[in-house]
């Protein structure tokens, strides 16, 4: 399977722990996407990578979140001091090289972080 | 505030039975418009998108999408809807970064 994937699947912590996720996007795609999806809500962007660079952040990423994509391939994204609120499914999503607004961007299946 | 909407968050509707899936955005200037799905347990895939040209646009499984610029939407359709088009639909607006809509479910019975 050459889509994009995305470790773990499923993650369940006690509030206060922190978290990393993991996105590995489709191969030679230069640009990375976070979301996230709470129940009856399409996705909220968080950030994006073009290679190695972080070039966007939504306001949605608190001082609690953390992304990065060191090599430009995998990208990891860690929250810290987890919250109730934290609750909700992380999508990963990857666009080609040419990195445009037109591109479309190809979805892992996400992860779903249930924060006690 | 620039937003996404979408106007049904639920649609039942029987075998071919037309669909017609409202969006509208609150975006100025140019703007890239997507149809993403999400059928039950899979990833989010793209049915169609648009970015420039002819405003009548098809994408995969017998979906269209009309962009009326005037009018600020880009609603979805489908002559004859199928059991398997149950899913959950979001439209997504792309400048620098995508803006999705709160999304429909269809159900289709059979």
């Known amino acids: 399977d050459t889509g994009v994937s995305q470790d773990p699947r499923h993650k369940i912590t006690k509030r206060g722990q922190n978290v990393t996720f993991r996105c590995d996007p489709i191969?030679?795609?230069?640009?990375l996407y976070w979301y996230r999806q709470t129940l009856g809500q399409g996705p909220e962007f968080l950030t994006y990578?073009?290679?190695?660079?972080?070039?966007?952040k939504s306001r949605l990423l608190s001082d609690r979140f953390s992304a990065e994509r060191p090599k430009g391939s995998f990208s990891t994204l860690e929250i810290q001091r987890t919250e109730q609120g934290d609750s909700a499914m992380y999508l990963c999503a990857s666009s080609p090289v040419a990195g445009a607004s037109t591109d479309t961007q190809y979805f892992g299946p996400g992860t779903r972080l249930t924060v006690l | 505030a620039q937003s996404v909407s979408q106007h049904n968050h639920h649609v039942i509707l029987s075998e071919a039975a037309s669909l017609e899936l409202g969006c509208n955005y609150s975006y100025g200037g140019t703007v890239n418009l997507f149809w993403y799905v999400q059928y039950p347990g899979q990833h989010l895939q793209l049915l169609l998108k648009y970015f420039s040209g002819d405003p009548l646009v098809k994408g995969i499984k017998g979906f269209e999408a009309e962009f009326i610029k005037s009018k600020f939407s880009f609603n979805l359709r489908k002559p004859s809807v199928q059991w398997s088009d149950t899913a959950e639909y979001f439209c997504?607006?792309?400048?620098?970064?995508?803006?999705f809509g709160a999304g429909t479910r269809l159900t289709v019975k059979p």
């Open positions: 997504a607006v792309n400048r620098n970064d995508m803006r």
């Open positions: 191969s030679e795609h230069n640009r």
């Open positions: 990578f073009q290679n190695e660079a972080q070039l966007e």
